[in-house]
């Protein structure tokens, strides 16, 4: 298994700024995902940061607008820059072991909201 | 493209009964399937992993079935409990390289 720990839990932050999520995992991971899910939604998977390398984003997401940084195997920040409302979402971190079987491990989230 | 249905979108039911939840996939080819359960405004836990060559997987009062061939799974909650109230959510994953798949969820509410 893994245990991840995601901070802050949640923080309610004025429009134009940033924030910036951290997770640390409790073993040495290749890829880190981030996700993003909006209110009443599904997740949305922003981008996988592996390290050593650019993240790489999915499609509707930029780097300018979410910059992540990996700087080693157990740690990845995502930045949420340039805040507005529509960013009022759950960000959570996740990472794959993979063994047996590639099982799929989350952090305890990050509840944002912009006023 | 792989594509993940859950229904219903939410479920209330009285605190003591046996409920199934289910999940569908289009395309049976896949490397193996979560549940995962979310609490209001949390993070995802870990529920039941199920390899594509098994049938199912048990812990404690819950049971998970996969039947790839029809593309569906189930996740059973035997004696249900108030503290069962979250939302679950199920996840396909197609190879063992690749990215897990959501379906959006059902919301389940334990009435006590």
């Known amino acids: 298994s893994a245990v991840i720990s995601q901070k802050p839990s949640r923080d309610i932050c004025q429009r134009g700024t940033s924030l910036t999520i951290q997770c640390q995992v409790d073993s040495q991971v290749t890829m880190m995902f981030w996700y993003r899910q909006q209110p009443g939604q599904s997740l949305t998977l922003i981008a996988t940061a592996n390290q050593g390398s650019e993240a790489t984003y999915e499609s509707g997401f930029v780097i300018d607008k979410f910059p992540i940084s990996r700087p080693n195997l157990t740690f990845s920040t995502l930045t949420v820059s340039n805040m507005s409302p529509e960013d009022s979402s759950i960000y959570l971190c996740?990472?794959?072991?993979?063994?047996?079987?590639?099982?799929?491990?989350f952090g305890q989230g990050t509840r944002l909201t912009v006023v | 493209k792989q594509e993940v249905t859950q229904i219903p979108a939410a479920l209330s039911v009285p605190e003591g009964e046996n409920l199934v939840l289910n999940c569908s996939f289009t395309?049976?080819?896949?490397?193996?399937l979560q549940w995962f359960r979310q609490d209001p405004g949390k993070g995802l836990t870990s529920l039941l992993l199920i390899q594509s060559s098994q049938r199912e997987q048990t812990s404690g009062r819950l049971n998970a079935s996969l039947d790839k061939s029809s593309g569906r799974s189930t996740l059973y909650i035997a004696a249900s409990q108030p503290g069962d109230s979250a939302t679950y959510l199920c996840a396909v994953r197609p190879g063992r390289d690749d990215k897990i798949i959501f379906g959006k969820g059902t919301r389940l509410h334990i009435l006590p």
């Open positions: 996740s990472v794959d072991k993979k063994g047996y079987n590639t099982e799929a491990f």
């Open positions: 395309d049976s080819a896949i490397y193996n």
